[in-house]
């Protein structure tokens, strides 16, 4: 049902999980621990399923709080529930107790982030957009707002659509390129003429040790290979199928 950091696992006062797609109710595509409420899935099953991490997290099941994502380098602060509808912003962070940071994710990178010493948690949802446009490190410094010390912080990457999996066009390679020069060698070449293999993981990793972050982990794991445990929106896409479902990744201090 969910995957687990043993460096994070190791900190004090925090529980976290980078769920997969087992244990839960959902069935069809969605099968079965579809937590995306941003899905088509019957809303019911989505929160029943949510209320099994929460559970599992040791926190009430409207204390596992979510944002309406779009791949952007925002952050909220978050104190508890949200009290209206969720923000759009692809990170978190907290000092507060019993409250889950839950992103969602189904290729892009859930990342979760602690400073067990100054009590400071952090989860940001990172695809392209977000890495390049910052997202790691505007959670660091907001982490640090809280009181963490970014050389003390643990970030550990979830499930992630690897380079294997993750072939890009020539617009998108040139984008990078125009940014930094450097960046050509997060790219490999695939069978298209023009296109390439993207490794989306590892330049998560070099923004995580640009933001100055203590110590960086990734879990290598491929949302798109391994479709027993994971949902995969571009596996979704090849297949031409309506939908899919999100996996949640969540920290929380407890």
Not at 65 to 87: F, I, K
Request: proline share 4%.
């Amino acid at each position: 049902m969910f995957i687990t950091s043993p460096d994070l696992a190791s900190e004090p006062g925090i529980r976290h999980a980078f769920f997969t797609r087992q244990g839960g109710v959902s069935t069809g595509i969605y099968a079965s621990l579809n937590g995306g409420l941003g899905s088509a899935d019957d809303p019911e099953a989505i929160a029943e399923n949510r209320r099994r991490m929460a559970a599992h997290l040791s926190v009430e099941p409207t204390h596992l709080v979510s944002l309406y994502q779009v791949h952007s380098a925002d952050v909220e602060v978050v104190t508890g529930p949200w009290p209206a509808e969720r923000p759009k912003a692809d990170a978190m962070v907290t000092a507060a107790l019993g409250v889950a940071l839950g992103v969602s994710s189904a290729d892009c990178g859930p990342i979760l982030f602690a400073d067990s010493e100054a009590r400071v948690v952090g989860a940001a949802h990172s695809g392209w957009k977000g890495a390049f446009g910052g997202v790691v490190a505007a959670t660091v410094t907001a982490m640090e707002k809280l009181g963490a010390r970014r050389e003390r912080i643990i970030a550990v990457l979830g499930p992630t659509i690897s380079a294997a999996a993750y072939e890009v066009g020539p617009e998108f390679i040139e984008r990078f390129k125009a940014e930094n020069a450097t960046y050509a060698r997060f790219f490999t070449a695939s069978e298209r003429a023009a296109h390439a293999m993207f490794d989306l993981p590892a330049f998560i990793g070099l923004r995580a040790q640009e933001a100055g972050i203590g110590r960086f982990l990734d879990l290598s794991l491929c949302t798109y290979g391994d479709e027993e445990r994971f949902f995969s929106y571009r596996r979704t896409t090849h297949r031409g199928e309506e939908d899919y479902g999100r996996l949640i990744s969540a920290i929380a201090l407890v």
